[in-house]
């Protein structure tokens, strides 16, 4: 147990680094990176420097909601950098496509052919067979106008 507690400080903030970067391996979330790398930065600063054990405390402190806040921040605004933006938003991808009326819109309800799939919708009074294209949503009910 000698060596461990010679063990210079600044190691064992390198040492929780590791740590820290292989539990991220494992649990992903890409949280525990950020603490990771300011665990790193204490230990390189403890090593240089000479910090003490409650400045060595303060600066990870420190470290860690500049990293994490830093991480936040930047990954708001990546943004979508998608190819298709819409792809998980499948009543957006609908607006502008004509459907075909398979129950026949009265008193602004009916139900419309969307693909392999029939939606209630909402719109002007149609026949069933008529071609309808699709405005927008509300919720699941696609609002319909007469194309």
Do not use: C
Request: aromatic share 8%; proline share 2%; no cysteine.
């Amino acid at each position: 147990m000698d060596w461990f507690e010679q063990l210079d400080t600044g190691y064992l903030w390198l040492i929780g680094a590791v740590v820290l970067s292989a539990l991220e391996l494992l649990l992903p979330g890409v949280f525990l990176i950020w603490i990771a790398v300011a665990a790193a930065l204490t230990g390189i600063a403890t090593l240089l420097f000479g910090v003490p054990a409650t400045g060595q405390l303060v600066l990870f402190s420190l470290l860690a909601i500049a990293a994490v806040y830093s991480a936040r921040k930047s990954y708001r605004t990546i943004g979508n950098t998608s190819a298709d933006p819409m792809l998980n938003d499948r009543i957006a991808r609908m607006v502008g496509q004509t459907v075909i009326v398979v129950e026949a819109i009265t008193d602004g309800r009916g139900r419309v052919k969307v693909g392999d799939g029939v939606w209630a919708a909402h719109g002007a009074d149609a026949a069933v067979g008529a071609s309808v294209r699709v405005t927008g949503a509300d919720g699941a009910t696609l609002l319909v106008e007469l194309s």
